[in-house]
Every structure is written in structure tokens, then in C-alpha cells.
């Protein structure tokens, strides 16, 4: 079984719908939470991140954490062709050393059609 | 700023063969980790570097070594090269305290393994 399961899509959605993306991890000891884009040919670029559990929103992304279900979200409000773009989930634990790895999901591939 | 600069962006090597790929990192960025990302998969770390040491590696044989230099520019080698060594292989840079949440992930380097 992988750290963290993602559904790698992919997922199709009209333009202005709400995109709700999703992944869900086991290691219990994951404190950080990121959500990164990755256009086509390019490296991921952080989107948001979360610490601990709860909610964050910047503008029309909104990012979840239920670290009880261990289960975090990212909504994609107004969604625009511009975010067509694969979705990765990447999550570490907290180490007082600064020392850390990132763990990834899959990511989903994201089609926002005009 | 140029953020994180790897070089080259695509190369193809005979299996067997050896490969260095290079990455400059963001300015004022002290850490480099190193990623492979697999087509349709999500990026798998493989190790990151502080003050000219290896600090924390993933899971990945001796054949996968690098080396960061004062100026903290960093070299990934990979030996007796495999089929399934070929991946995207991103570097990311940050600040060794923020490495989470600071991270910049450059374009990548595309290797082919034939």
C-alpha cells in the first residue's frame, strides 16, 4: 500500500465549476500537507499548504485537512481552462532537524473545458 | 531571479552508461533535494543536500550519488543506467528551516534510457 493514494484521473469539468480533488495517506505522523501544480512539461509549483489539520483558503482554492480520516481536499472554485494542470498532493512529517521529505501522491490530471 | 536552473533539460543515454545532471538552485537557497518522477506518477525522492552533505536519502540504490559545492549548486549521478532510470528528475531548492513550505522546484531534466 502507498504513503499517500491519489486518483490519477483524469478529471473533466466544465468552465466555472467547482473541482474538488482528493487524496488520502496512512502514515499518522504527516503534519504538513501541499497541494503543487504541474503544467505539462514543468516542475510542480506549490499552490498551498496546510499545517496540521483545518481549513485555508486563497482566493478561489480552499484547502482541507481531516487529519482523523486522514484525508485532505483541495477545491478549485470558478475553475478556468488556466487550470487545466495535473494536481499533486505531497505531505511530511514534522522533524525538528529541518531535514524532511516530501511524499507524493500521483496527482490528477485536471481538464477544464471552455 | 532565475529560481532553480537544471541543466541539461534532455539527454538520452545507452543503458549501462553514467549521467550527471546539474542543478543551480535559487538564490538565497542553502538545500537541494533531488526527485524522480516516473511518467504518470508522482515525484519519489531520493535524497537532499545541506552544507555539502547528504542529509536524508529515499529509497534508492548506490548507484544514484550526488555532491553540492560551496556555492550550493548540486550534481546528481546516476551509473550503469537502467530502462527504468528514464523519468523526469527534478531539483528543488529552499531555505534548509522552510525546506516545506519554501521549496522551488525547477523544470526538470528529462532522461531517456535506451
Known amino acids: 500500500q502507498k504513503e499517500v493514494e491519489q486518483d490519477p484521473g483524469p478529471l473533466s469539468v466544465p468552465e466555472g465549476a467547482i473541482v474538488s480533488l482528493n487524496c488520502t495517506y496512512s502514515n499518522s505522523a504527516f503534519q504538513y500537507f501541499m497541494w503543487y501544480r504541474q503544467y505539462s512539461r514543468k516542475g510542480p509549483e506549490l499552490l498551498m499548504y496546510?499545517?496540521?489539520?483545518g481549513n485555508k483558503e486563497d482566493g478561489r482554492f480552499t484547502a482541507q485537512v481531516d487529519k482523523s480520516s486522514k484525508y485532505i481536499s483541495l477545491f478549485i472554485r470558478d475553475s478556468q481552462p488556466s487550470d487545466s494542470a495535473t494536481y499533486l498532493c505531497?505531505?511530511?512529517?514534522?522533524?525538528?532537524?529541518?531535514?524532511?521529505?516530501?511524499?507524493f501522491g500521483t496527482g490528477t490530471r485536471l481538464l477544464v473545458s471552455p | 531571479d532565475a529560481g532553480v536552473t537544471q541543466s541539461p533539460t534532455h539527454l538520452i543515454k545507452t543503458r549501462g552508461q553514467q549521467v550527471t545532471l546539474r542543478c543551480s538552485p535559487k538564490s538565497g537557497h542553502d538545500t537541494v533535494s533531488w526527485y524522480q518522477q516516473a511518467l504518470g506518477q508522482g515525484p519519489q525522492f531520493i535524497f537532499q543536500?545541506?552544507?555539502?552533505?547528504?542529509?536524508q536519502r529515499g529509497n534508492f540504490p548506490d548507484r544514484f550519488s550526488g555532491h553540492q559545492f560551496p556555492n550550493y549548486s548540486s550534481e546528481l549521478n546516476v551509473n550503469a543506467l537502467l530502462l527504468g532510470d528514464s523519468a523526469l528528475y527534478l531539483c528543488?531548492?529552499?531555505?534548509?528551516?522552510?525546506?516545506?513550505?519554501?521549496?522551488?522546484f525547477g523544470q526538470g531534466t528529462r532522461l531517456t534510457v535506451v
Open positions: 528543488a531548492s529552499g531555505p534548509r528551516r522552510n525546506m516545506n513550505t519554501e521549496a522551488f
Open positions: 496546510t499545517y496540521s489539520s
Open positions: 543536500y545541506y552544507e555539502e552533505e547528504e542529509r
Open positions: 505531497a505531505m511530511t512529517p514534522l522533524q525538528n532537524t529541518g531535514f524532511q521529505k516530501l511524499v
